[in-house]
Every structure is written in structure tokens, then in C-alpha cells.
């Protein structure tokens, strides 16, 4: 049988943006993958996996630096005409009513306003929004206007509906409800798209709506994986196969690619392994549920009790294993001697450990307690490390960096950071610390 007719392939495409010293910041790396009639493809990353500028590069709103992006074998020059898309933001003009909301796209195509007026009514009807057609923004629910926003792509029948985190915005009753009905539309015979294409950190969402995963790694943005998702619609999500799935991608997620060479925390610069976003507070609890489920815990099992998504376990996740509090071995959470001890003891002796394994094994504290040593006077403006971070981060991205590690060297009594002056120090208690560790 011939495989079903490509709409969008992209070719090792590459988008970079200048930094704030002039310097490439690279967000996709040859990127190449095609969009088929009849499917569903969900875009699956972590942050910094460029998931949300690889959609609009399809799109056309933002061309790439290398390579190409074609819509039925043409290469796009600026917005693709066969691409329609919903944004997570809903992005409503509040001034108009639902009606003129949808009718918007055709406007600007020159439709005829008769004309506009038909085919709008028709998507309000099809997306469950009849008897609304007068209403403002402002008169509805979240769940209400991302109907509008579904309604705006579907009213020019694209043949690639295109939605970044389209459900994020909303609670999890209105999201799991319009998800529903959006791939019961899909199954029917009314559907006016032939391919979608959704970016998701939502690993359940994407089993639950894919027919294919293309899993992004991250900094540059990559093509990691592509999983096939070969399981009867509606989707039984507490079903064995459904289970594997969620497991096999938290896997790839948290996992190392094969044949990377990740440098241990012991060993690398700052650039190497840059901080996870999570707080001493957020990554002792994750450590703290993790032994109170016996040192072992499944890790879908424990981001759905905790009612998270992906983006804001993982970096929970790779922090509490980077201090080596957790490991992860397939999808499960295991405590190593150091958590149990770490979560176990008292408050001053877990703020020890804690310092113990800061101060050697996260790269940027270590460089800051090795540069705060070497200074005369032992404190250095937090500018000096800003000024090293953004050689190979973003300002925005060497900022966070420098703030987790403040958070973190603060807790374990390290250093210390004075807001006024913008002053880093190095608290007398390091050197406490240090001795102890070196015994």
C-alpha cells in the first residue's frame, strides 16, 4: 500500500536568534520530519526543545535559518496557506463577538461577507458554540473561548490544523472534555482538516491523541525519537498498552540519548550542565514522597498524583539526580543511600548533606564557591558570573541560572547574596562545609 499523501515536510531545518552579545543562540537543529494526510502528530519536548517555534516555522511565521519547509511540495516564502492554527492563549480580539472572531481568517482572504457569514455559522455549529454567535470574550469560560479559537482555524478548512498547547490553559475537566470532542470530530465525517499537528509537554495527552510521537531533545531542538501510537480510538488510558507508552516516552524524556556523552555533575562546566529549574524545597519533596512510597516510585504514576505535566516534574526530577538524591531507571524513581539519609535526618544535618552535595556536584555553585575562594576579598558582583553564563546562554537563560544557584548556595549556607549591591559572598559556614566533605 502507498503511504498517505505528504502536506508539510520539513528538511533539516536549523533556526537560530541572536543573542544578547551578538553571539548564535541555535533553537532547532536539522530538524527533517513530514506531516501525512490522516494523522495526528503530537510534538513532545521538554523547555528548550523548541517545540512551539518548529509549529510556527510550519506555520510560516517564522523562517528558518537553514533548510526548508514545503506544503505540497512548494516551498514556503512567508504564512503557509494550507496551515490554520490554535494558540494556547486562545488570542481573541475582545472587541468583536464570537461571530466576527471566526469570521476573521476568511476577511483576510477576501472571502464575501455572505459567504463568511455561512461558513462561520457552520464551525460555530461543528465546535458546540450555537447560541453564542453574538457573545463577546469576555462573556465566556476558558474552555468556551479555545472553542472559539478551534472554530477560527477550522471556519478556512485548512489541511493542517496546527495548536500549541492548545488544552494547557484550562483546567483538567475542560480540557479532558474538549479533548474528547475534538478527536470524535476527527473520527467523524464532517472534520474539515486532513493532518493535525499539536505541541504538547503533556505525555498522557499525547498518547491519548497521536497516531505519531515525534519526540524534541533539547538545547538545540531535535528530533529524538518518532513512536508510533497503534491503539484504537477512544483511548483506555489505564489500559496495559496505554500504560507502556507513557512509560517508553517518560523514558526517552528523562533518559540519555544513545551514544550522548554527558559529562558527571563532578566533572562539568556550567555550559555542560546547566541547573534544573527547581527549588531546594521542590526537589526535597519530590525526594521525600519517593521514600515514603517505600524508596521506589513509578514515575507517571507519581506526576499524575501530583497532578503535574511534564515541564514541571522534570526538572524536579533531573535536579534531586543530579545532587545523586534520586536516580532514574526506566520509568521509576529510586532513592539512593544519600536521599534516604538526606530526607531522613534532621534539619541541620539534611541542610549539611544537602551542602555536601551542592557544592561538588552542580557545576555553576562549584564554580561560584571556587571563584568566591580565589577572590581577595571574598566576594564578587553577581555581573562577573553574568557576564560568563551569557558566553553560552541566553540573558534571560544565564539570569535563571544564576538565581537557582544563588537559591541553592544560600540554602546550604555557601554563600550569600545581597540584593542591594548585587554582591555575591562567601559565607563563613562554607568553609565548615568544605572541611566536613574533605574528611
Known amino acids: 500500500m502507498s503511504r498517505p499523501e505528504v502536506l508539510v515536510s520539513v528538511e533539516d531545518v536549523s533556526k537560530s536568534f541572536p543573542g544578547s552579545t551578538g553571539e548564535e543562540l541555535r533553537v532547532l537543529d536539522e530538524i527533517t520530519l513530514d506531516l501525512r494526510a490522516g494523522e495526528v502528530v503530537a510534538l513532545l519536548g521538554r523547555s528548550g526543545s523548541g517545540k512551539s517555534t518548529l509549529l510556527r516555522t510550519i506555520a510560516g511565521l517564522i523562517p528558518p535559518t537553514r533548510g526548508t519547509v514545503r506544503y505540497r511540495g512548494r516551498e514556503l516564502n512567508g504564512a503557509n496557506p494550507g496551515a490554520a492554527m490554535v494558540f494556547q492563549s486562545f488570542a481573541l480580539m475582545p472587541w468583536l463577538t464570537v461571530q466576527d472572531n471566526v469570521e476573521l481568517g476568511l476577511a483576510a482572504r477576501g472571502v464575501r461577507p455572505d459567504e463568511r457569514h455561512r461558513r462561520a455559522l457552520a464551525a460555530i455549529d461543528l465546535i458546540g458554540l450555537d447560541g453564542f454567535e453574538s457573545a463577546y470574550p469576555k462573556e465566556l469560560s476558558g474552555g468556551m473561548r479555545q472553542r472559539v479559537g478551534f472554530a477560527r482555524a477550522l471556519v478556512l478548512e485548512p489541511d493542517v490544523l496546527l495548536m500549541d498547547e492548545p488544552f494547557s490553559a484550562l483546567d483538567v475537566l475542560t480540557a479532558e472534555n474538549l479533548r474528547s470532542e475534538l478527536m470524535a470530530l476527527w473520527e467523524g465525517e464532517n472534520f474539515p482538516t486532513r493532518s493535525v499537528c499539536v505541541v504538547t509537554h503533556n505525555i498522557e495527552e499525547a498518547v491519548l491523541l497521536a497516531d505519531r510521537v515525534v519526540v524534541l531533545g533539547a538545547n538545540p531542538g531535535h528530533v529524538r525519537a518518532e513512536i508510533a501510537v497503534e491503539l484504537p480510538r477512544p483511548r483506555d488510558r489505564k489500559g496495559p498498552a496505554f500504560s507502556a507508552l507513557v512509560d517508553?516516552?517518560?523514558?526517552?524524556?528523562?533518559?540519555?540519548?544513545?551514544?550522548?556523552?554527558?559529562?558527571?555533575?563532578?566533572?562539568?562546566?556550567?555550559?555542560?550542565?546547566?541547573?534544573?529549574?527547581?527549588?531546594?524545597?521542590?526537589?526535597?519533596?519530590?525526594?521525600?514522597?519517593?521514600?515514603?512510597?517505600?524508596?521506589?516510585a513509578d514515575l507517571p504514576d507519581t506526576a499524575a498524583d501530583l497532578n503535574f505535566q511534564v515541564d514541571d516534574l522534570l526538572p524536579l526530577v533531573d535536579a534531586a539526580a543530579m545532587l545523586d538524591l534520586l536516580v532514574v531507571s526506566g520509568g521509576d524513581l529510586v532513592i539512593t543511600p544519600v536521599g534516604k539519609e538526606f530526607t531522613t535526618a534532621d534539619i541541620q544535618r539534611s541542610k549539611e548533606i544537602f551542602a555536601e552535595q551542592v557544592r561538588h556536584r552542580a557545576p555553576l555553585v562549584r564554580t561560584i564557591c571556587t571563584a568566591l575562594a580565589a577572590s581577595s576579598r571574598g566576594s564578587l558582583r553577581a555581573g562577573f558570573f553574568l557576564d560568563l553564563l551569557r558566553q553560552s546562554f541566553s540573558a534571560a537563560a544565564a539570569r535563571e541560572q544564576l538565581d537557582i544557584a544563588v537559591d541553592w548556595g544560600r540554602y546550604a549556607e555557601l554563600y550569600d547574596y545581597d540584593t542591594d549591591t548585587e554582591q555575591i559572598s562567601a559565607d563563613p559556614a562554607a568553609e565548615l562545609h568544605s572541611g566536613h566533605s574533605d574528611e
Open 248 to 296: 517508553r516516552l517518560y523514558d526517552l524524556l528523562t533518559g540519555r540519548e544513545p551514544g550522548e556523552a554527558v559529562p558527571e555533575p563532578t566533572e562539568a562546566t556550567p555550559k555542560a550542565r546547566p541547573l534544573p529549574n527547581a527549588s531546594v524545597g521542590g526537589l526535597a519533596g519530590l525526594v521525600e514522597i519517593v521514600h515514603a512510597k517505600g524508596g521506589r
